[in-house]
Nanobody
Framework: QVQLVESGGGLVQAGGSLRLSCAAS????????MGWFRQAPGKVREFVAA????????RYADSVKGRFTISRDNAKNTVDLQMNSLKPEDTAVYYC?????????????????WGQGTQVTVSS
């Protein structure tokens, strides 16, 4: 069993930056692919970014490509999401997820464990 806890959310003005962090307990994350998803009010949960178990492969949604960066530190059992040039449409609850497969994709069903989420609000 893997427990995931997100942190770093908050309120920021458009154009600003936030760094989300996901801390894991229960098992080491080194064998898990990791992802970030988000869900805005009234919308379905959508893929944001994913990183392979080794950190060598990253994937991004087109809407965040060039603005967001996913990274991981297996020694610390953490995965981060650096978000720059934030836009009001980035407002959502952001979720960290762990996948048993080492190179996960953009589909929620590929992920086995989920955090509780952290709110990100971008004001215009």
């Amino acid at each position: 069993q893997v427990q995931l806890v997100e942190s770093g959310g908050g309120l920021v003005q458009a154009g600003g930056s936030l760094r989300l962090s996901c801390a894991a307990s229960g098992r080491t994350l080194s064998s898990y692919g990791m992802g970030w998803f988000r869900q805005a009010p009234g919308k379905v949960r959508e893929f944001v970014a994913a990183i392979s178990w080794s950190g060598g492969i990253n994937r991004y949604a087109d809407s965040v490509k060039g603005r967001f960066t996913i990274s991981r530190d297996n020694a610390k059992n953490t995965v981060d999401l650096q978000m720059n040039s934030l836009k009001p449409e980035d407002t959502a609850v952001y979720y960290c997820a762990a996948a048993g497969r080492g190179v996960p994709g953009p589909n929620a069903y590929e992920y086995d464990y989920w955090g509780q989420g952290t709110q990100v609000t971008v004001s215009s």
